[in-house]
Protein backbone atom coordinates (compact mmCIF):
# COMPACT_ATOMS: atom_id res chain seq x y z
CA UNK A 1 0.00 0.00 0.00
CA UNK A 2 1.35 3.37 -0.21
CA UNK A 3 1.18 5.98 2.04
CA UNK A 4 -1.13 8.87 1.81
CA UNK A 5 -0.56 11.91 0.23
CA UNK A 6 -2.99 14.16 2.29
CA UNK A 7 -3.46 14.31 5.74
CA UNK A 8 -6.02 15.95 8.44
CA UNK A 9 -4.66 17.32 11.39
CA UNK A 10 -7.71 18.64 13.50
CA UNK A 11 -6.68 20.72 16.95
CA UNK A 12 -7.08 19.76 20.68
CA UNK A 13 -5.92 16.77 22.95
CA UNK A 14 -2.91 16.27 25.08
CA UNK A 15 0.25 15.27 24.22
CA UNK A 16 1.13 12.12 26.93
CA UNK A 17 2.32 9.12 27.44
CA UNK A 18 5.84 7.08 27.14
CA UNK A 19 6.64 6.69 23.27
CA UNK A 20 9.71 4.84 21.14
CA UNK A 21 10.34 5.43 17.54
CA UNK A 22 11.94 4.42 14.67
CA UNK A 23 15.85 3.98 14.49
CA UNK A 24 18.10 6.89 13.57
CA UNK A 25 18.11 7.94 10.15
CA UNK A 26 21.72 8.75 10.14
CA UNK A 27 22.95 5.83 11.92
CA UNK A 28 20.76 3.33 9.43
CA UNK A 29 22.49 4.37 6.66
CA UNK A 30 25.98 4.53 8.33
CA UNK A 31 25.81 1.05 9.67
CA UNK A 32 24.78 -0.36 6.69
CA UNK A 33 27.50 1.18 4.50
CA UNK A 34 30.46 0.40 7.43
CA UNK A 35 29.41 -3.22 6.70
CA UNK A 36 30.04 -3.29 3.58
CA UNK A 37 33.18 -2.02 4.22
CA UNK A 38 33.91 -4.18 6.82
CA UNK A 39 35.44 -8.53 6.11
CA UNK A 40 32.65 -10.61 7.86
CA UNK A 41 29.47 -10.40 9.26
CA UNK A 42 27.40 -6.82 10.93
CA UNK A 43 25.04 -7.40 12.60
CA UNK A 44 22.54 -4.07 12.91
CA UNK A 45 19.70 -3.94 15.32
CA UNK A 46 17.02 -1.18 15.44
CA UNK A 47 17.86 -0.16 11.71
CA UNK A 48 15.59 2.11 10.52
CA UNK A 49 13.46 0.98 7.79
CA UNK A 50 12.23 3.73 6.29
CA UNK A 51 12.71 4.59 2.67
CA UNK A 52 15.64 6.53 2.13
CA UNK A 53 18.00 3.70 4.68
CA UNK A 54 16.43 0.82 2.03
CA UNK A 55 17.50 2.44 -0.48
CA UNK A 56 21.32 2.53 1.01
CA UNK A 57 20.66 -1.14 1.63
CA UNK A 58 19.58 -2.02 -1.76
CA UNK A 59 23.06 0.10 -2.96
CA UNK A 60 25.11 -1.60 -0.85
CA UNK A 61 24.04 -4.95 -2.38
CA UNK A 62 24.51 -3.87 -5.76
CA UNK A 63 28.42 -3.05 -4.91
CA UNK A 64 29.09 -6.63 -3.76
CA UNK A 65 27.92 -6.83 -0.12
CA UNK A 66 24.60 -8.61 1.21
CA UNK A 67 22.39 -6.92 3.53
CA UNK A 68 19.96 -8.78 4.39
CA UNK A 69 16.94 -8.96 6.57
CA UNK A 70 16.36 -11.39 9.59
CA UNK A 71 12.82 -13.01 10.96
CA UNK A 72 13.28 -11.16 14.08
CA UNK A 73 13.63 -7.78 12.20
CA UNK A 74 17.94 -7.19 13.16
CA UNK A 75 19.83 -7.38 9.81
CA UNK A 76 22.97 -8.32 9.06
CA UNK A 77 25.65 -7.11 5.99
CA UNK A 78 27.95 -9.91 4.79
CA UNK A 79 30.56 -8.32 2.90
CA UNK A 80 34.74 -9.72 2.30
CA UNK A 81 35.54 -5.86 2.66
CA UNK A 82 36.17 -2.48 0.81
CA UNK A 83 38.75 -4.37 -1.66
CA UNK A 84 35.93 -7.16 -3.07
CA UNK A 85 33.43 -4.29 -3.35
CA UNK A 86 33.06 -3.42 -7.17
CA UNK A 87 31.00 -0.84 -8.97
CA UNK A 88 27.37 -1.94 -9.84
CA UNK A 89 26.19 -3.09 -13.08
CA UNK A 90 22.99 -0.76 -13.49
CA UNK A 91 22.45 2.88 -11.96
CA UNK A 92 21.82 3.08 -8.52
CA UNK A 93 18.48 5.06 -7.73
CA UNK A 94 18.71 6.79 -4.28
CA UNK A 95 15.35 7.92 -4.10
CA UNK A 96 14.72 11.13 -1.96
CA UNK A 97 17.79 10.27 0.01
CA UNK A 98 20.41 12.88 0.07
CA UNK A 99 22.56 10.54 2.90
CA UNK A 100 22.27 7.56 0.64
CA UNK A 101 23.69 9.36 -2.43
CA UNK A 102 26.78 11.93 -1.02
CA UNK A 103 28.10 8.77 1.44
CA UNK A 104 27.87 6.47 -1.23
CA UNK A 105 30.03 9.02 -3.38
CA UNK A 106 32.67 8.84 -0.98
CA UNK A 107 32.40 4.76 -1.30
CA UNK A 108 32.50 4.71 -5.10
CA UNK A 109 35.23 6.88 -5.50
CA UNK A 110 37.54 4.04 -3.90
CA UNK A 111 35.92 1.56 -6.18
CA UNK A 112 37.42 0.34 -9.88
CA UNK A 113 34.63 0.77 -12.77
CA UNK A 114 31.79 3.52 -13.46
CA UNK A 115 29.13 4.00 -11.03
CA UNK A 116 25.93 5.98 -11.67
CA UNK A 117 24.02 7.45 -9.08
CA UNK A 118 19.94 8.64 -9.69
CA UNK A 119 17.43 10.29 -7.84
CA UNK A 120 13.77 11.53 -6.92
CA UNK A 121 12.68 14.63 -8.29
CA UNK A 122 13.99 16.09 -5.23
CA UNK A 123 16.95 14.84 -5.18
CA UNK A 124 17.67 15.70 -8.56
CA UNK A 125 17.76 19.60 -7.48
CA UNK A 126 20.09 19.03 -4.49
CA UNK A 127 23.64 19.87 -4.38
CA UNK A 128 26.47 17.22 -5.23
CA UNK A 129 29.62 19.21 -6.01
CA UNK A 130 30.24 19.75 -2.27
CA UNK A 131 31.40 15.92 -2.14
CA UNK A 132 32.50 15.96 -5.97
CA UNK A 133 34.73 18.36 -5.27
CA UNK A 134 36.87 17.47 -2.28
CA UNK A 135 36.76 13.57 -4.35
CA UNK A 136 38.12 14.69 -6.98
CA UNK A 137 41.15 16.21 -5.63
CA UNK A 138 41.71 12.61 -3.72
CA UNK A 139 41.68 11.15 -7.22
CA UNK A 140 38.12 9.91 -8.20
CA UNK A 141 36.62 10.95 -11.47
CA UNK A 142 33.27 12.32 -10.89
CA UNK A 143 30.61 13.98 -13.68
CA UNK A 144 28.01 15.72 -12.35
CA UNK A 145 24.85 17.26 -14.34
CA UNK A 146 25.00 20.88 -15.85
CA UNK A 147 23.35 22.33 -12.76
CA UNK A 148 25.82 20.33 -10.16
CA UNK A 149 23.35 17.77 -9.15
CA UNK A 150 22.52 14.24 -10.31
CA UNK A 151 23.05 12.26 -11.84
CA UNK A 152 26.46 11.63 -10.93
CA UNK A 153 28.97 9.57 -13.09
CA UNK A 154 31.92 8.27 -10.91
CA UNK A 155 35.23 6.78 -12.05
CA UNK A 156 36.91 5.22 -9.31
CA UNK A 157 40.95 4.91 -8.67
CA UNK A 158 43.22 4.60 -6.60
CA UNK A 159 43.06 7.44 -4.25
CA UNK A 160 45.26 9.50 -2.14
CA UNK A 161 44.95 10.99 1.43
CA UNK A 162 43.07 14.15 1.93
CA UNK A 163 43.87 16.84 3.84
CA UNK A 164 42.11 20.71 3.43
CA UNK A 165 38.87 22.31 4.04
CA UNK A 166 35.27 21.01 3.90
CA UNK A 167 33.10 23.52 1.66
CA UNK A 168 30.72 23.45 4.02
CA UNK A 169 29.81 22.22 7.89
CA UNK A 170 28.42 19.20 6.66
CA UNK A 171 28.38 15.61 7.83
CA UNK A 172 27.52 13.99 4.65
CA UNK A 173 30.68 15.52 3.08
CA UNK A 174 32.75 14.82 6.19
CA UNK A 175 31.37 11.08 5.56
CA UNK A 176 31.44 11.04 1.75
CA UNK A 177 35.79 11.31 2.59
CA UNK A 178 35.89 9.11 5.60
CA UNK A 179 34.54 6.37 4.02
CA UNK A 180 36.85 7.58 1.23
CA UNK A 181 39.53 7.25 2.96
CA UNK A 182 38.41 3.46 5.00
CA UNK A 183 37.43 2.28 0.93
CA UNK A 184 41.07 2.92 0.24
CA UNK A 185 42.88 2.57 3.28
CA UNK A 186 44.01 6.36 2.88
CA UNK A 187 44.36 8.94 5.35
CA UNK A 188 41.66 11.99 6.27
CA UNK A 189 42.43 14.87 7.67
CA UNK A 190 39.60 17.78 7.54
CA UNK A 191 39.07 20.78 8.70
CA UNK A 192 35.28 22.36 9.14
CA UNK A 193 33.45 25.42 9.69
CA UNK A 194 30.97 24.09 12.30
CA UNK A 195 30.13 20.77 14.12
CA UNK A 196 27.77 18.69 12.46
CA UNK A 197 26.67 15.22 13.24
CA UNK A 198 29.17 12.78 14.28
CA UNK A 199 28.20 9.17 14.21
CA UNK A 200 30.63 8.21 11.14
CA UNK A 201 33.58 8.81 13.44
CA UNK A 202 31.84 7.23 16.01
CA UNK A 203 31.42 4.11 14.19
CA UNK A 204 34.49 3.87 12.48
CA UNK A 205 35.96 4.23 16.12
CA UNK A 206 34.00 1.23 17.69
CA UNK A 207 35.32 -0.74 14.49
CA UNK A 208 38.80 -0.44 15.35
CA UNK A 209 39.80 2.44 13.15
CA UNK A 210 42.11 5.49 14.40
CA UNK A 211 39.40 8.44 14.31
CA UNK A 212 40.56 11.68 15.95
CA UNK A 213 39.29 15.10 16.81
CA UNK A 214 41.44 18.23 17.63
CA UNK A 215 39.07 21.22 17.53
CA UNK A 216 37.13 21.95 14.15
CA UNK A 217 39.73 18.75 12.74
CA UNK A 218 38.86 15.07 12.10
CA UNK A 219 41.46 13.19 11.33
CA UNK A 220 41.39 9.35 10.34
CA UNK A 221 44.30 6.99 10.10
CA UNK A 222 45.69 5.57 6.91
CA UNK A 223 45.11 1.62 6.45
CA UNK A 224 41.91 1.47 8.68
CA UNK A 225 41.26 -2.02 8.96
CA UNK A 226 37.37 -2.58 10.71
CA UNK A 227 36.47 -5.72 12.86
CA UNK A 228 32.62 -6.58 12.53
CA UNK A 229 30.43 -5.23 14.70
CA UNK A 230 27.16 -5.09 16.49
CA UNK A 231 25.67 -1.83 15.63
CA UNK A 232 22.45 -1.08 17.97
CA UNK A 233 20.91 1.78 16.50
CA UNK A 234 18.91 3.75 19.20
CA UNK A 235 15.51 5.74 18.31
CA UNK A 236 16.10 8.87 16.17
CA UNK A 237 15.53 12.28 17.89
CA UNK A 238 15.00 14.02 14.90
CA UNK A 239 11.75 12.16 14.75
CA UNK A 240 11.09 11.84 18.82
CA UNK A 241 11.18 15.96 18.18
CA UNK A 242 8.06 15.71 16.87
CA UNK A 243 6.32 14.00 19.44
CA UNK A 244 8.22 16.23 22.24
CA UNK A 245 7.31 19.53 20.20
CA UNK A 246 3.49 18.35 20.66
CA UNK A 247 3.94 18.34 24.52
CA UNK A 248 6.06 21.77 24.37
CA UNK A 249 3.02 23.42 22.31
CA UNK A 250 0.65 22.44 25.34
CA UNK A 251 0.83 24.18 28.13
CA UNK A 252 0.16 21.41 31.06
CA UNK A 253 0.81 18.58 29.02
CA UNK A 254 3.90 15.86 29.32
CA UNK A 255 5.40 13.19 27.22
CA UNK A 256 8.23 10.87 27.49
CA UNK A 257 10.31 9.56 24.51
CA UNK A 258 12.56 6.21 25.53
CA UNK A 259 15.75 4.66 23.92
CA UNK A 260 16.25 7.74 22.07
CA UNK A 261 19.61 8.55 20.84
CA UNK A 262 21.34 11.63 22.37
CA UNK A 263 24.89 12.31 20.81
CA UNK A 264 25.57 15.76 21.55
CA UNK A 265 25.66 16.75 18.18
CA UNK A 266 21.92 15.98 17.46
CA UNK A 267 20.48 17.65 20.88
CA UNK A 268 20.63 21.35 19.92
CA UNK A 269 16.98 21.02 19.25
CA UNK A 270 16.18 19.95 22.94
CA UNK A 271 18.33 23.36 23.69
CA UNK A 272 16.41 24.99 21.53
CA UNK A 273 13.18 23.74 23.16
CA UNK A 274 13.96 24.46 26.44
CA UNK A 275 14.62 28.15 25.48
CA UNK A 276 11.36 28.12 23.98
CA UNK A 277 10.02 27.41 27.08
CA UNK A 278 9.48 24.11 27.56
CA UNK A 279 10.99 21.53 30.02
CA UNK A 280 13.08 19.16 28.83
CA UNK A 281 14.35 16.51 30.80
CA UNK A 282 17.21 14.01 29.18
CA UNK A 283 18.86 11.23 30.76
CA UNK A 284 21.44 9.26 29.37
CA UNK A 285 21.36 5.57 30.26
CA UNK A 286 23.72 3.64 27.70
CA UNK A 287 25.89 4.88 25.65
CA UNK A 288 26.39 1.06 23.00
CA UNK A 289 29.34 1.51 20.51
CA UNK A 290 29.69 5.18 21.92
CA UNK A 291 26.40 6.21 20.90
CA UNK A 292 24.53 8.00 23.73
CA UNK A 293 20.94 6.66 24.28
CA UNK A 294 18.43 7.73 27.01
CA UNK A 295 15.17 9.37 27.72
CA UNK A 296 13.89 12.39 26.87
CA UNK A 297 10.33 14.17 29.08
CA UNK A 298 9.26 17.73 27.41
CA UNK A 299 6.53 19.10 29.70
CA UNK A 300 4.56 22.10 27.90
CA UNK A 301 5.02 25.83 29.39
CA UNK A 302 4.07 27.99 27.28
CA UNK A 303 6.15 28.83 24.52
CA UNK A 304 7.95 32.47 24.06
CA UNK A 305 10.05 33.43 20.86
CA UNK A 306 13.71 33.17 20.54
CA UNK A 307 16.54 33.82 18.16
CA UNK A 308 18.59 30.72 16.83
CA UNK A 309 22.35 32.13 15.88
CA UNK A 310 24.35 30.58 12.99
CA UNK A 311 26.58 28.76 15.07
CA UNK A 312 23.42 26.82 16.31
CA UNK A 313 22.18 25.29 12.83
CA UNK A 314 23.96 22.90 12.37
CA UNK A 315 23.23 21.39 15.51
CA UNK A 316 19.47 21.21 15.09
CA UNK A 317 19.66 21.24 11.00
CA UNK A 318 16.79 18.91 10.89
CA UNK A 319 14.61 19.98 13.72
CA UNK A 320 14.27 23.87 12.03
CA UNK A 321 11.17 23.39 10.24
CA UNK A 322 9.25 22.15 13.54
CA UNK A 323 11.08 24.84 15.28
CA UNK A 324 10.09 27.26 13.00
CA UNK A 325 6.09 26.38 12.75
CA UNK A 326 6.33 26.21 16.90
CA UNK A 327 7.10 29.75 16.69
CA UNK A 328 3.96 30.55 15.47
CA UNK A 329 2.47 29.70 18.55
CA UNK A 330 4.80 31.34 20.10
CA UNK A 331 4.85 34.62 22.34
CA UNK A 332 6.88 37.00 20.56
CA UNK A 333 9.12 37.04 17.62
CA UNK A 334 11.34 34.49 16.29
CA UNK A 335 14.46 34.66 14.43
CA UNK A 336 16.80 32.25 12.77
CA UNK A 337 19.59 33.19 10.82
CA UNK A 338 22.47 31.67 8.72
CA UNK A 339 20.08 28.69 8.08
CA UNK A 340 20.59 28.98 3.69
CA UNK A 341 21.51 25.09 4.18
CA UNK A 342 17.72 24.86 4.71
CA UNK A 343 17.13 26.04 1.29
CA UNK A 344 18.79 22.87 -0.32
CA UNK A 345 17.18 19.82 1.63
CA UNK A 346 14.11 18.00 0.20
CA UNK A 347 12.25 21.26 0.08
CA UNK A 348 13.36 24.95 0.03
CA UNK A 349 12.60 24.59 3.96
CA UNK A 350 12.80 28.51 4.30
CA UNK A 351 10.19 28.15 1.51
CA UNK A 352 7.67 25.89 2.17
CA UNK A 353 7.32 27.27 5.71
CA UNK A 354 7.23 30.47 5.08
CA UNK A 355 4.22 29.84 2.50
CA UNK A 356 2.53 26.94 5.05
CA UNK A 357 2.95 29.33 8.02
CA UNK A 358 1.21 32.19 5.69
CA UNK A 359 -1.54 29.94 4.95
CA UNK A 360 -2.68 29.58 8.64
CA UNK A 361 -2.48 33.31 9.01
CA UNK A 362 0.86 34.13 10.81
CA UNK A 363 3.39 36.93 9.84
CA UNK A 364 6.37 35.51 8.26
CA UNK A 365 9.44 37.28 6.89
CA UNK A 366 11.60 35.53 4.56
CA UNK A 367 15.49 36.65 4.50
CA UNK A 368 17.82 34.79 2.05
CA UNK A 369 19.40 32.40 5.18
CA UNK A 370 16.73 32.72 7.68
CA UNK A 371 12.66 33.45 8.72
CA UNK A 372 11.12 36.01 11.14
CA UNK A 373 8.10 34.84 12.79
CA UNK A 374 5.65 36.88 14.88
CA UNK A 375 3.92 34.09 16.96
CA UNK A 376 0.09 34.57 17.47
CA UNK A 377 -3.03 32.21 16.60
CA UNK A 378 -2.18 29.41 14.06
CA UNK A 379 -5.90 29.31 12.25
CA UNK A 380 -7.24 26.15 9.98
CA UNK A 381 -6.54 25.57 6.26
CA UNK A 382 -4.21 24.00 3.75
CA UNK A 383 -0.71 23.67 3.78
CA UNK A 384 1.58 22.00 0.97
CA UNK A 385 4.42 19.75 2.59
CA UNK A 386 5.85 19.94 -0.98
CA UNK A 387 6.72 15.98 -0.57
CA UNK A 388 9.13 16.77 2.53
CA UNK A 389 9.00 14.63 4.94
CA UNK A 390 9.73 16.92 8.36
CA UNK A 391 7.46 19.72 6.74
CA UNK A 392 4.55 17.59 6.81
CA UNK A 393 5.25 16.45 10.28
CA UNK A 394 5.83 19.56 11.85
CA UNK A 395 2.40 20.80 10.36
CA UNK A 396 0.55 17.98 11.65
CA UNK A 397 1.92 18.60 14.90
CA UNK A 398 0.96 22.00 15.09
CA UNK A 399 -2.31 21.85 13.76
CA UNK A 400 -2.94 20.40 17.74
CA UNK A 401 -3.06 24.12 19.01
CA UNK A 402 -4.66 25.77 15.79
CA UNK A 403 -8.24 26.81 15.81
CA UNK A 404 -9.23 24.81 12.98
CA UNK A 405 -8.41 21.64 11.27
CA UNK A 406 -5.29 21.52 8.98
CA UNK A 407 -5.24 19.56 5.72
CA UNK A 408 -1.78 18.80 4.77
CA UNK A 409 -0.95 17.92 1.40
CA UNK A 410 2.01 16.22 0.09
CA UNK A 411 2.78 13.91 2.80
CA UNK A 412 3.93 10.87 1.48
CA UNK A 413 7.52 11.21 1.85
CA UNK A 414 7.20 10.43 5.71
CA UNK A 415 7.96 6.90 5.08
CA UNK A 416 11.35 8.39 3.84
CA UNK A 417 12.47 8.48 7.67
CA UNK A 418 9.05 8.40 9.96
CA UNK A 419 7.54 4.94 9.17
CA UNK A 420 4.15 4.49 11.41
CA UNK A 421 4.03 8.63 11.92
CA UNK A 422 0.52 8.94 11.88
CA UNK A 423 -0.03 5.91 14.56
CA UNK A 424 2.60 7.66 16.85
CA UNK A 425 1.32 10.52 16.95
CA UNK A 426 -2.36 9.04 17.46
CA UNK A 427 -1.10 7.30 20.21
CA UNK A 428 -0.18 10.36 21.62
CA UNK A 429 -3.24 12.05 21.87
CA UNK A 430 -2.86 14.20 18.34
CA UNK A 431 -5.99 13.92 16.07
CA UNK A 432 -4.80 13.39 12.45
CA UNK A 433 -5.36 10.92 10.24
CA UNK A 434 -5.39 9.94 6.41
CA UNK A 435 -7.75 12.27 4.56
C1 LIG B 1 22.72 13.94 7.59
C2 LIG B 1 23.32 15.15 7.69
C3 LIG B 1 22.60 16.42 7.57
C4 LIG B 1 21.10 16.23 7.72
C5 LIG B 1 20.59 15.04 6.96
C6 LIG B 1 21.28 13.78 7.43
C7 LIG B 1 23.57 12.74 7.69
O1 LIG B 1 22.90 16.97 6.31
O2 LIG B 1 20.41 17.38 7.31
O3 LIG B 1 19.21 14.89 7.17
O4 LIG B 1 23.05 11.65 7.97
O5 LIG B 1 24.77 12.87 7.50
P1 LIG B 1 24.24 17.85 6.14
O6 LIG B 1 25.32 17.15 6.84
O7 LIG B 1 24.50 17.94 4.67
O8 LIG B 1 23.90 19.17 6.74
Known sequence: VSAPDTWLARPGGTPRGVHRVPGDKSISHRALL???????????????????????????NAIGARATRHADGAWTVESAGASALR???APIDCGNSGTTARLLCGVLAALPGTSTLVGDASLSRRPMRRVAAPLARMGATLTLSASDTLPVRITGARLQGFEGDAPIASAQVAS??????VASGQG????????SRDHTERLLRAGGARVTHSGDQVHL????QLAALTVRVPGDLSSAAFLLAAAALVPGAALTVEGVGLNPTRTGCLELLARFGAEVETE????????????????GRGLRGLDIAPHEVPWAIDELPLLLVMAAAAEGVTTLRGAAELRVKESDRLAT?????????????????GLRITGGRLQGGTVDAAGDHRI?????????????PVRITGTRQVETSFPGFLAAVQAAGLTVAAA
Open 353 to 369: VAAGLRALGIAVEERPD
Open 34 to 60: IGALTAGTTRIEGLLEGEDPLATARAV
Open 392 to 404: AMAFAVAATVATG
Open 221 to 224: APGA
Open 176 to 181: ALLFAG
Open 188 to 195: VSLRSSGL
Open 284 to 299: ILDAPGGEPVGRVTVT
Open 87 to 89: APD
